[in-house]
């Protein structure tokens, strides 16, 4: 059974750092790319950030570029977000999917999800 | 970056209904899109992916069709564990979602 549960939420001052993380189990980690999606309390979903299988590709969203940063461990079978310089606005519910590309390979979604983190910033 | 506009942003709908949510693109995108569901407190769960493929383990009365820029998902008679927000999902940008109520 695919599993994927995260960690590390907390409430933290603005300005602040916290760093998430991700144990996935149940599936061959090192197969996939993963990414972090958020929802803000009351507020739709929005992708984050994502990592290839190898941690060789990044991508962020620009509300977070340069601010937080994703990593992984296969060793380890983990996933990672550093996130630095949290604003209010980064209040919300983090979750850590898998990517799923369809048979051509052009199709993106993610097949499973974990139930979140929560991160709140605040003074 | 293309943008993707889901309408409505909520329905009132009885147990038996028939329920179709429209994703728009604002480029022309193939087949890439999928659709999920999500339940209060829980995490979202993947639907339909290539727009019009259903997820392994979903009911039958979930599709999606279209392509280029018009998508839809129907629901074809609603049941009572399907009350939940719908969302779609274009390779990293996530529709506003739908929320189906209990008329």
């Known amino acids: 059974e695919v599993q994927l549960v995260e960690s590390g939420g907390g409430v933290v001052r603005p300005g602040g750092s916290l760093r998430l993380s991700c144990a996935a189990s149940g599936f061959t980690f090192d197969d996939y790319g993963m990414s972090w999606v958020r929802q803000a309390p009351g507020k739709g979903l929005e992708w984050v950030s994502g990592?290839?299988?190898?941690?060789?590709?990044?991508g962020y969203a620009d509300s977070v570029k340069g601010r937080f940063t994703i990593s992984r461990d296969n060793a380890k079978n983990s996933l990672y977000l550093q996130m630095n310089s949290l604003r209010a606005e980064d209040t919300a519910l983090y979750h850590c999917?898998?990517?799923?590309?369809?048979?051509?390979?052009?199709?993106?979604?993610?097949?499973?999800w974990g139930q979140g983190t929560l991160v709140t910033v605040s003074s | 970056a293309i943008q993707m506009t889901q309408s409505p942003s909520s329905l009132s709908a009885s147990v038996g209904d028939r329920v179709t949510i429209t994703c728009r693109a604002s480029?022309?995108?193939?087949?890439?899109l999928g659709w999920y569901q999500q339940k209060p407190g829980k995490a979202p769960k993947l639907l339909i992916y290539?727009?019009?493929s259903l997820q392994s383990g979903v009911p039958s009365r979930f599709s999606g069709s279209g392509s280029g820029t018009d998508f839809t998902l129907t629901i074809s008679s609603l049941q009572p564990e399907d009350f939940a927000t719908y969302y779609c999902?274009?390779?990293?940008?996530f529709g506003q979602g739908t929320k189906v109520e209990i008329k």
């Open positions: 999902l274009q390779g990293w940008t």
């Open positions: 480029q022309g995108i193939r087949n890439d």
């Open positions: 290539a727009a019009s």
């Open positions: 990592i290839n299988w190898n941690g060789g590709s990044t």
């Open positions: 999917a898998r990517d799923y590309y369809d048979s051509s390979g052009t199709s993106h979604q993610f097949d499973y």
